[in-house]
């Protein structure tokens, strides 16, 4: 290689690893950070042992960083949809909507309680959730199972399995 490439191997790296991650979805910006962060402090200290290292931790705090984000964003989606069940009455139906700063995880639908009972523990409601996929009449709703109890500080969700299919494990 002449002086003047091995010179610019390093911005070219990290430009094309840079451009990566921003193609790339959310899933994947622990790896294209971890791989950057690694390929360029093996490059700045010669030691490919230092680059691994460096890489695999920034990964691991970068894809811990976006599951607590996402979990965050899920909650709000959450307490959006308890609240539009809070508010209502057995067998009528509510809108729902959050709206984020950012444009992720934003979201809209339909809640209309099911049933209300009480246990040892709380009064609960069994409700069911829309998530509509887009604005205007006619749009495709999915619809979800879910229970919220009321606590001290307001009613809270209560159910993990019947939203396991809209939130994954990030509930």
């Keep these: 290689m002449t002086g003047r490439w091995r010179s610019l191997r390093l911005p070219l790296l990290v ?3 840079a451009g990566t991650a921003l193609v790339s979805g959310c899933g994947s910006i ?3 950070s971890g791989a ?3 390929v360029a402090t093996g490059v700045v200290t010669s030691n490919p042992a230092i680059g691994i290292g460096v890489g695999i931790a920034v990964q691991a705090a970068t894809d811990e960083a976006v ?3 996402m979990k965050s964003l899920h909650a709000d989606q959450q307490n959006a949809i308890v609240l539009a069940a809070s508010d209502s009455t057995i067998g009528t139906r509510q809108p729902w909507r959050i709206k984020h700063t950012l444009p992720v995880e934003n979201g809209h639908g339909q809640v209309q309680v099911l049933r209300e009972f009480d246990s040892a523990l709380a009064t609960c409601r069994e409700f069911a959730f829309s998530v509509a996929d887009g604005e205007g009449p006619g749009v495709h709703e999915d619809w979800f199972v879910a229970t919220a109890c009321k606590q001290d500080n307001g009613w809270k969700w209560a159910s993990a399995e019947p939203a396991v299919d809209r939130w994954g494990a990030l509930q």
């Design 15 to 17: 430009v094309a690893l």
């Design 67 to 69: 599951n607590r984000v």
């Design 30 to 32: 622990g790896a294209a």
């Design 36 to 38: 950057l962060a690694g």
